[in-house]
Nanobody
Framework: QVQLVESGGGLVQAGGSLRVSCAASGRTLSYYAMGWFRQAPGKEREIVAAISRSGGSTSYANSVKGRFTISRDNAKNTVYLQMNSLKPEDTAVYYC?????????????????WGQGTQVTVSS
């Protein structure tokens, strides 16, 4: 079992950057493919980015391609989401999740463990 804790959220102006982190405890993250999801008020939770167990393969939602980068440091048991050129529509609670898979997973129901989320607010 793994416990996930997100950090690094906050308030940023449109066009700015923010990096959120997901630290794991319990079982090492190298056993899991990882994903970042987000949920805005009144909307369903959606995939933002996913990364394979090794970090060699990634997948992004079309809405964030070219602006966001997912990465991982298995030695530090941490996954990151670098967010650039932020837009007000990126405002949401961002969650990291772990899936017992080698390849990137984009379906929410395939994830086994979830963090509590971190709020990202982008002002216009």
């Amino acid at each position: 079992q793994v416990q996930l804790v997100e950090s690094g959220g906050g308030l940023v102006q449109a066009g700015g950057s923010l990096r959120v982190s997901c630290a794991a405890s319990g079982r090492t993250l190298s056993y899991y493919a990882m994903g970042w999801f987000r949920q805005a008020p009144g909307k369903e939770r959606e995939i933002v980015a996913a990364i394979s167990r090794s970090g060699g393969s990634t997948s992004y939602a079309n809405s964030v391609k070219g602006r966001f980068t997912i990465s991982r440091d298995n030695a530090k048991n941490t996954v990151y989401l670098q967010m650039n050129s932020l837009k007000p529509e990126d405002t949401a609670v961002y969650y990291c999740a772990a899936a017992a898979s080698m390849v990137p997973i984009t379906r929410l129901s395939d994830y086994d463990y979830w963090g509590q989320g971190t709020q990202v607010t982008v002002s216009s």
